[in-house]
């Protein structure tokens, strides 16, 4: 398992010092890739903390909204700021509308208000499925039934997910192995589960870097350097 390349997607820390004291922690717990939430200070001492430490950041941008409009302007307002954005809704038809948006990289599916996910969903998933720790810390059942019922579709190949912790401190944040257990008690095999912190995400998240920077076009084109 060292030998994977590990990312939690999800850091929030509410301070600059939290910043940098959770992105040392996070190399000290063996990832090599982070996405973090928060202020201008807080993205520039989590980006120089983990040059220093040669792990790979990303910026990342939840965005909360129960309105189709509203997501489609958050969506044209950051998806060129951020390397990596997020939607979290409770209505249905704005999750489904998440689901299918190529603006969007992750859906998070593991808060209670959450709706569960059906035929109807799958058939217009294309985006990768988030379920956040944190969820299962604070809201336990509510949040293990939903994330049980993702179990069933990522053994069959029919979602991808990605399991992160929203920690906003030292304390709350967790090991790679320990993030994969969750999918991993549920039956989903070891490989699977390991997947969801080492999988399709990375590979999202470098193009969308290389994207802002330049070096890939919207269409998918490599720019070589003279």
């Not at 004291?21 to 993205?43: H, S």
């Not at 809704?89 to 709706?115: G, I």
């Not at 969308?208 to 919207?218: F, H």
């Amino acid at each position: 398992m060292n030998k994977r390349f590990f990312i939690d997607a999800w850091l929030m820390p509410l301070t600059t010092s939290d910043a940098v004291e959770m992105v040392k922690l996070a190399g000290e717990l063996g990832y090599k890739a982070v996405a973090v939430e928060g202020n201008d200070e807080i993205l520039k001492a989590s980006s120089e903390v983990a040059d220093r430490l040669g792990i790979e950041l990303y910026r990342r941008r939840t965005i909360n909204v129960n309105i189709k409009e509203k997501l489609y302007d958050e969506l044209s307002k950051n998806r060129w700021s951020y390397e990596l954005i997020s939607v979290k809704s409770n209505e249905r038809d704005v999750v489904m509308a998440a689901l299918r948006d190529m603006r969007v990289d992750t859906v998070l599916m593991s808060h209670p208000s959450a709706p569960l996910v059906d035929r109807h969903m799958l058939s217009v998933t294309n985006n990768i499925v988030e379920v956040a720790f944190s969820d299962l810390l604070k809201y336990g059942y509510e949040t293990f039934y939903r994330v049980l019922r993702l179990s069933s579709h990522l053994k069959k190949d029919r979602i991808r997910v990605v399991v992160s912790s929203c920690a906003t401190n030292c304390f709350e944040m967790r090991s790679p192995r320990q993030l994969a257990s969750v999918f991993f008690v549920m039956g989903v095999g070891s490989d699977r589960a390991i997947e969801t912190v080492s999988g399709a995400i990375i590979e999202a998240l470098r193009q969308n870097k290389a994207k802002l920077e330049g070096m890939l076009d919207t269409s998918g084109v490599w720019r070589i350097e003279r």
